[in-house]
């Protein structure tokens, strides 16, 4: 070995020993594995303190609620405190956003949600000349007053979204909203299925808006749709609902989509199925996954 080749080995030995055990194995896990509840909706309508106990047994630490089933804040989280798990976010509809968004701050303080989500904005409104402006303006001003209560504002995709808008000059209503909305007011649960569906690649979202993405949707399909780039709105989210798979049992890619986490600003992971076959064990199958994969 001669001196250059003795010093460029030694040189990079060092490098290599002073790097972070972390650095070296390359690998991250999910720490908090969640859930949308929405995947066992029949069950919360019936047992809502039962399928939270449900839920926790199989090892998720985090939920999002989507509704409360006349169940009161203090409830809930009497609930929550009782088995050991916690509620970052929950959804509520764009009506709720609009005319009832103090109380519905207040009730997410109470059960102790860091995150109020907005899942969609109405077919009426997103069709009108003006609809995806309307919703802007709203969710800049929600998001001011959600910040002055110690809460984010958020906002969940479909695939409408990612379908060209004439009335926004054939811009991405999905990019319009990012562009339009004040970073600090409006962040995004991006619903990484929905999205990868309407073909769009959720890294490259990931890097032109990094930190916008505390939340993400994690749920699988077994295929994906041929529909043309111009054609997604219209695209029958039912028959895609019928394709969906436990985490891991899919086409989708998670290990090279959760490499980009850090620059996205993922915090919160939920996963989520529309339309389980059998809710618990779809649940099961998807924590046995989620909780173990490394990216």
Request: hydrophobic residues 40%; aromatic residues 12%.
């Amino acid at each position: 070995m001669n001196r250059r080749t003795f010093l460029e080995s030694s040189v990079a030995a060092a490098v290599f020993i002073s790097l972070p055990a972390r650095a070296l194995a390359a690998t991250h896990k999910i720490e908090k594995v969640g859930t949308q509840l929405y995947t066992a909706r029949g069950s919360m309508k019936t047992d809502f303190a039962g399928t939270i106990t449900k839920v926790a047994a199989i090892g998720y630490k985090e939920l999002e609620f989507a509704g409360y089933f006349n169940h009161s804040p203090q409830e809930i989280r009497l609930i929550l405190e009782k088995n050991a798990i916690t509620a970052p976010s929950c959804h509520v509809d764009y009506a709720m956003v609009q005319n009832h968004w103090p109380e519905t701050l207040d009730a997410a303080r109470t059960i102790g949600h860091r995150y109020v989500v907005c899942p969609s904005i109405d077919d009426t409104q997103r069709k009108q000349p003006d609809g995806y402006k309307q919703a802007a303006e709203l969710f800049n001003k929600a998001g001011e007053a959600s910040k002055k209560a110690g809460i984010q504002f958020a906002y969940h995709n479909h695939t409408a979204e990612f379908q060209p808008d004439p009335n926004l000059g054939g811009k991405l209503p999905y990019d319009f909203l990012l562009d339009s909305t004040d970073a600090n007011f409006l962040k995004m649960e991006m619903d990484l299925c929905w999205a990868t569906v309407a073909g769009r690649d959720p890294v490259t979202y990931f890097h032109r808006y990094p930190g916008r993405f505390p939340l993400v949707h994690v749920k699988d399909v077994s295929k994906l749709p041929h529909v043309a780039p111009d054609q997604i709105g219209s695209l029958n989210l039912q028959l895609v609902e019928a394709d969906m798979v436990p985490a891991g049992k899919g086409v989708i890619d998670w290990k090279r989509i959760f490499a980009s986490a850090e620059t996205a600003g993922i915090q919160h992971y939920f996963y989520e199925n529309d339309a389980p076959k059998e809710p618990f064990s779809d649940l099961t199958v998807s924590y046995a996954y989620l909780s173990t994969l490394q990216f």
